[in-house]
């Protein structure tokens, strides 16, 4: 089993939707969890960062972790066809190397 | 600031020959990771550096992989001898610390496709 467990997609939404894009992960002591997104043929960027459990806001997206349940959540409201990207979750340890979920499609259609 | 610096951008090349990709990476930056993605596994961490130092290599694949960072603005990650299952984009990453808020650097990768 993987440390951190991602559904590949792809997910095809109209433009305005609101996304919900999920992980799950196995290893209790990861206490940092990040959002990357991706555009094809780029490198992954930073998207959005949460410590333990708790949201996070920033502008159209929101980053929710719910650490009794081992679960990751982010939501993209409003959603554009230039948010078609992979997403990539990520939890680490602290002081440790990330680990990367297998990234969700997302295509926004307008 | 140029961002993460790798080269080549795509290499195709043939069965048994050696390839070397580069990487120059955040001035200032303490940390470096190379990573392979690929569409049936996904984002795979192979190696990192800290301070010019291999910290962690239980992600490199075999023998066959090989990386350096001679100084702290380069290291290159080398397969010799390259086979087909080796074909995968490979990142390139550096950060300045792995503490609680440090962000990861990616470089826009080297599509390596080994004929």
């Known amino acids: 089993q993987k440390e951190v467990e991602q559904d590949p997609g792809p997910l095809s939404v109209p433009e305005g939707a609101i996304v919900s894009l999920n992980c799950t992960y196995s290893n209790s002591a990861f206490q940092y969890f990040m959002w990357y997104r991706q555009y094809s043929r780029k490198g992954p960027e930073l998207l959005m960062y949460t410590y333990s459990s708790g949201n996070k806001e920033d502008g159209r997206f929101t980053a929710q972790v719910d650490k009794s349940s081992k679960y990751i959540s982010l939501f993209i409201r409003d959603s554009q066809p230039s948010d078609s990207a992979t997403y990539l979750c990520a939890s680490r340890e602290y002081g440790n190397k990330l680990v990367f979920g297998a990234g969700t499609i997302l295509r926004v259609k307008s | 600031d140029a961002g993460v610096i790798q080269s080549p951008r795509h290499e195709v090349t043939e069965m048994g020959q050696e390839v070397t990709l580069r990487c120059k990476p955040i001035s200032g930056h303490d940390y470096l990771f190379w990573y392979r993605q690929t569409m049936m596994r996904g984002l795979e961490l192979l190696i990192y550096?800290?301070?010019?130092?291999?910290?962690?290599d239980s992600g490199m694949p075999e023998d066959r992989f090989s990386a350096k960072m001679p100084n702290a603005s380069f290291s290159t990650l080398k397969i010799q001898p390259s086979e087909p299952r080796d074909s995968a984009v490979y990142f390139c990453?550096?950060?300045?610390?792995?503490?609680?808020?440090?962000?990861?650097?990616f470089g826009p990768g080297t599509r390596l496709t080994v004929l």
């Open positions: 990453a550096s950060s300045s610390r792995l503490g609680n808020t440090d962000t990861q650097y």
């Open positions: 550096f800290n301070n010019n130092v291999p910290i962690d």
